[in-house]
């Protein structure tokens, strides 16, 4: 048996993998995730020889600490730049530039989570629903009351609120968590039989519903097959979440049409997908979330601007506060 204490990390999306990778050395790790995937919003959906990257469309890297992680991803060709043509649609304005590299996974978003967990211990598909505390350790519960094993330490990955959700009423964190906001986004996915003419790869879009729209398939490594994801406004998303999703489906569709001219209808592969917890509205107060008496922890997106480098940020403070604490 190893003398390493032991800790449960709720959610496999960057920040959970990242906690994880970093804990190894020090800790007995075990990651549980409630979907069939890795990655959270660095997703990729597959169908019918088709694939969207239907949650986080790129990631910059802006901290000497973030690129650093990224390096040897990028030379082994599981992370590439991406510059695609940029439109504004739906408005007089010009549209931005980037003038620092945007980043995807390969061959879809969810290649960087991939590599990250070869060495990790995951189990995918499982909800952990309850935390139960005995003496100094905790036990990890799903929703049918499932002993998925006794623990020192349980960090949550989750979004604020399913954490908020999951936390025993001591932890120290409560306040943290009702401070942050996070908001919804709907992406529809369109997938062609033949190649559609466009002289934009992507484009913002100035009007509700929609935000942005983009030609997946001009991302380097995706298959041949024709494929568009258009993303709502979080403002929008957070009004209609509850609407029957035919509709809001339909709804989008017509969207498409009105502002690319594109015949959206006609698709062959047509899909709809709802983020209920796809950006940060207002962050957490904290980089990370530490109960020290009650060894739980919480870190993710939420804690910063709630991008794909403020997941990496905080979970790197929060190995950093860890560490020392088990060094103490």
Not at 144 to 157: A, R
Not at 238 to 255: F, G, H, P
Request: hydrophobic share 45%; charged share 20%; aromatic share 8%.
């Amino acid at each position: 048996m190893s003398g390493k204490p032991s800790v449960a990390i709720i959610g496999a999306g960057l920040s959970g993998l990242r906690l994880a990778q970093r804990l190894t050395p020090v800790m007995q790790v075990t990651v549980f995730e409630k979907s069939r995937g890795l990655g959270g919003r660095m997703s990729t959906r597959r169908k019918d020889g088709f694939a969207f990257d239907h949650g986080a469309q790129y990631f910059t890297a802006r901290s000497a600490d973030f690129e650093a992680f990224l390096r040897p991803y990028l030379e082994n060709g599981t992370v590439q730049m991406w510059a695609p043509r940029l439109a504004q649609l739906a408005s007089a304005e010009v549209p931005p530039r980037w003038t620092a590299p945007r980043y995807v996974a390969m061959p879809g978003m969810t290649g960087l989570a991939k590599a990250m967990a070869a060495e990790l211990t995951v189990h995918r598909a499982v909800q952990v629903d309850r935390l139960v505390r005995s003496g100094d350790q905790w036990q990890v519960l799903d929703a049918e009351e499932t002993d998925l094993g006794w623990f020192d330490w349980v960090i949550s990955t989750a979004p604020s609120s399913q954490t908020a959700r999951l936390m025993p009423p001591a932890f120290a964190g409560h306040p943290s968590l009702e401070a942050a906001v996070m908001q919804g986004c709907y992406s529809l996915m369109l997938g062609f039989d033949t190649p559609q003419v466009l002289d934009w790869d992507a484009a913002w879009v100035g009007q509700d519903p929609l935000a942005w729209i983009a030609v997946n398939t001009s991302k380097p490594g995706r298959p041949a097959q024709y494929c568009i994801v258009a993303q709502t406004s979080n403002r929008w998303a957070d009004t209609n979440l509850e609407r029957d999703q035919d509709t809001v489906r339909a709804e989008l569709i017509s969207a498409v049409e009105a502002v690319t001219g594109l015949a959206a209808s006609t698709a062959a592969y047509i899909s709809l997908h709802r983020w209920r917890y796809a950006s940060v509205a207002a962050a957490s107060g904290a980089p990370y979330l530490i109960d020290r008496d009650n060894r739980l922890a919480a870190a993710g997106d939420w804690c910063g601007a709630g991008k794909v480098e403020a997941a990496f940020d905080s979970a790197s403070a929060l190995a950093d506060a860890l560490e020392l604490s088990l060094s103490g």
